[in-house]
Structure formats: structure tokens, C-alpha cells
């Protein structure tokens, strides 16, 4: 049984497969390659327009004679300064990924389901889970309908050719069902490494996950060993808004960024204070409900929260001056392979050896099998379910053995009522 974790970025794309032979479950990393057949674990996010309307992808020559398109994942799933409409946008990221199916087809047939992220915050899961449908979907339609698998003749049609020829497929349930597609929140997918090999205390906890186009910030719990997610957002900005990128790097055909230097100021303080005003939003939303259900003192919850981890993942969690502390949260922590089951993992120390897994955490999460997309947010109030009204209780003298629920952080409050009263 295989799985593929597809991590479309807007900069990069990552995939990793999972393949379960009876118990066992084993996980590599997608390579691919350049013009001069050079091997890398991530494939730009680009689309070459060449002068005879013949479309190159990913690693393109150093002197590209051509247009060079680029961004057209953000520009697809919402609205962008990049100046591509949607629907253009929605082309350009079929053709882009059904170059990538061409080679997993080849690889492994039709035997895999693809679990693939999507850039979302909490109010628009239903419509990123839709547009990631159709944009898969219909390359799946052009790989094996259109090109019966014929990855040479889908390289040598021209734009307007193939522009005639992509049917963009309107969304459904059976669709999504035909091709075994589920699309997780990107700011979701990225728990999965941690919590399933036990890496993360239990208790109340912010992920940030930094990738060229978009920041996606999730608050969490564990709960039965599982990720509990409270509430997520997606911001509009990354490496690429942090660099200049969007307007320096138009001619280039790689705009990866190897120095902090390149790294703007006047941006990053920008950058730092959107970031700061999404994660104060959620320590706002703690606060409340734990003000008007427990009757505690407020600091006690601002002191378990410096002890919980605010972990980074990301390409932009390579730079030291992109982790600082958000929201309350003190204990910055940055994902590597001890967060990983790396006896599972193919290649793991040619991966940690480039520092590659904090940018190969997400699709890794990604293939992480699982039985449906359904990811259920719990309101804030439930993180305190389990020591509501304690303090009224106390003092009429009751011996109620009240518990911090497993979300908050397990202290028994029979026990530790004198360390936290």
C-alpha cells in the first residue's frame, strides 16, 4: 500500500512516499532532477513558457530563454498581488503537478492514494479542500485520459494545445473518492511527525511553519496521542515577501535563499508583527475562556505556557532570526530528526547531514496515512473542560479529585492545588 504526501509549495514541492509492506511501514523521499541530471529532494515551484510555447518545469537551465512563470499555487488557492487570475493560476498548477504524476505512475502505476496539503486558515477549509480536488483531479484527467501516460508527448504540446486540452474538473465527493484524494491544512500536516512518534509533551502548543509564499500558525494540543487543533491561520507572507523575492527575482529561474542577509529589515519587523498579532489573537482567546471557566489566577496560565514549545518548521526556520518568541510561548523549538522515526526513513542521514527536515516535515506528515481528511476543531472553552469551576469547588471544601485536562497539561489539582493557587 502506497501513500504519497504531496507538498505543493508556492516555492518548492516536496513529496514523500509512504510504503507499508505488512507491518512495516517504510518512507522515502521523492528525487528529482535538474538539466544537468543532478539530483535534488525539492522541485521549484516554476513553469517555463519557452519560445516555442513548449512548457519546462521545475530545474530549468541557468539561461532560460523563455518566460518563466512562477507563484501560481498562491495565486491559486487565494487572491494574490502576483497580477494571475485564479483561473490561469489553476492551469499552471495542473500542468505542474501532473508532471509530477507522470513520474509517480511510472514509479508505482495507479496503486497510490495521494494525501496532499493545502495553505487554509480555520474559516476556509471546506474551499481549499475543494480547489486542491480539482487542481489534482484534473491532472490525473491529462495523465492518463489525455496522454495515456505518455510523459514525451505531454512535454512536446504546446501551451495553447494543452490549454485546449485540460479540462478543469468541477469539484464533487465522488471525484475526490475516484482518485483516493485527501487534502490536509499544510498548518495540520506538520504535527503528524511529532505526535505519532511521541516527540511532544501533552499539553497547549504553537507550530509555525514558515515556507516561501505563506506562514501557516496552528495551536494544538495531544490528546489520546493524536493532534487536537484548536485553530489555524495561514499568512500571506514568507521567504519570498521576506527577500524581495516577488520583485527581484523574476529573471532568475532559482530564487533560493542561502544568507540571512538577504533577508530584508524593514520586512522582517513587518514580517515579526503580523505573526505577533495572529499568535496574541489565540493567547487572547486562552485567556478568556480560562477566565471566565477556571476562576484561576491569570498568571498561572501564562506561566505554563513559557514552558510549552513553540516549534518552527519550514525552509524559514533555517534562519535563526525567523525563530523568536510569539505569544506568551518561550521554549522555541525547531524540528530536526529526533523528531522523526528515522530507522524508517530511507537516505535520513544524507537528509539531516543538508539540513533538509525541517523543510521535508510537512510532506513527510503528509504521508502519514490516515483514514479521512475530517479535521474536527474543538472550541477554545474544551481545552479547560476538566477543571472548570475548580475554585468554587475548593474552597466549599470538597474533595473532588479535579485534573488539568489532557489538553492543558495532566497536573492533578488535588495534588498541586498549592503550587498553583
Request: proline share 3%; hydrophobic share 35%; with cysteine.
Amino acid at each position: 500500500m502506497i501513500t504519497v504526501g504531496l507538498d505543493f509549495g508556492t516555492h518548492q514541492t516536496k513529496v514523500c512516499i509512504e510504503d507499508k509492506e505488512g507491518v512495516e511501514l517504510n518512507y522515502s523521499f521523492m528525487k528529482f532532477f535538474d538539466a544537468y541530471r543532478r539530483e535534488y529532494y525539492t522541485l521549484p515551484s516554476l513553469v517555463g513558457v519557452g519560445k516555442d510555447w513548449l512548457l519546462s518545469y521545475g530545474y530549468l537551465p541557468r539561461k532560460y530563454d523563455g518566460r518563466i512563470i512562477r507563484y501560481f499555487k498562491q495565486s491559486t488557492f487565494r487572491p494574490s498581488p502576483f497580477g494571475m487570475s485564479q483561473i490561469n493560476a489553476m492551469y499552471f498548477s495542473t500542468w505542474y503537478l501532473a508532471y509530477i504524476l507522470f513520474d509517480l505512475e511510472e514509479i508505482y502505476g495507479q496503486e497510490f492514494t495521494i494525501q496532499m496539503g493545502a495553505p487554509t486558515d480555520s474559516d476556509h477549509v471546506r474551499q481549499a479542500k475543494v480547489i486542491a480536488t480539482r487542481i489534482i483531479a484534473s491532472a490525473y484527467k491529462l495523465v492518463e485520459d489525455i496522454f495515456a501516460n505518455n510523459k514525451e508527448k505531454f512535454l512536446s504540446t504546446p501551451m495553447q494545445e494543452l490549454t485546449e486540452l485540460t479540462e478543469l474538473v468541477p469539484y464533487s465527493k465522488e471525484v475526490k473518492e475516484e482518485y483516493g484524494l485527501l487534502v490536509f491544512p499544510e498548518a495540520y500536516a506538520c504535527l503528524k511527525p511529532l505526535i505519532s512518534q511521541g516527540k511532544l509533551a501533552t499539553g497547549m502548543s504553537l507550530m509555525i511553519d514558515i515556507g516561501g509564499g505563506t506562514t501557516d500558525i496552528s495551536f494544538f494540543t495531544i490528546e489520546n496521542n493524536k493532534p487536537q487543533v484548536y485553530d489555524f491561520y495561514s499568512i500571506n507572507k514568507g521567504l519570498n515577501y521576506l527577500t524581495c523575492a516577488n520583485e527581484n527575482g523574476k529573471e532568475g529561474t532559482e530564487i533560493i535563499v542561502k544568507d540571512a542577509s538577504e533577508i530584508s529589515n524593514n520586512r522582517r519587523t513587518a514580517y515579526i508583527k503580523e505573526v505577533n498579532q495572529v499568535c496574541n489573537s489565540l493567547r487572547a482567546k486562552l485567556q478568556k475562556e480560562f477566565k471566565q471557566q477556571t476562576g484561576l489566577n491569570m498568571q498561572r496560565l501564562l506561566d505554563a505556557l513559557k514552558n510549552r514549545p513553540l516549534v518552527y518548521c519550514g525552509g524559514g526556520s533555517t534562519f535563526a532570526s525567523l525563530r523568536v518568541k510569539y505569544g506568551g510561548y518561550k521554549d522555541k523549538k525547531q524540528i530536526s530528526h529526533k523528531e522523526w522515526n528515522v530507522k524508517s526513513i530511507k537516505d535520513i542521514e544524507e537528509i539531516i547531514d543538508d539540513d533538509l527536515c525541517p523543510i521535508l516535515s510537512t510532506a513527510y506528515g503528509l504521508a502519514i496515512s490516515t483514514e479521512n481528511d475530517n479535521i474536527v476543531m474543538k472550541p477554545f472553552k474544551d481545552i479547560f473542560e476538566n477543571i472548570r469551576g475548580y475554585e468554587e469547588e475548593h474552597h466549599k471544601g470538597t474533595t473532588r479529585d479535579y485534573k488539568f485536562g489532557s489538553a492543558y497539561g495532566g497536573f492533578n489539582y488535588a495534588d498541586d492545588w498549592d503550587a498553583w493557587k
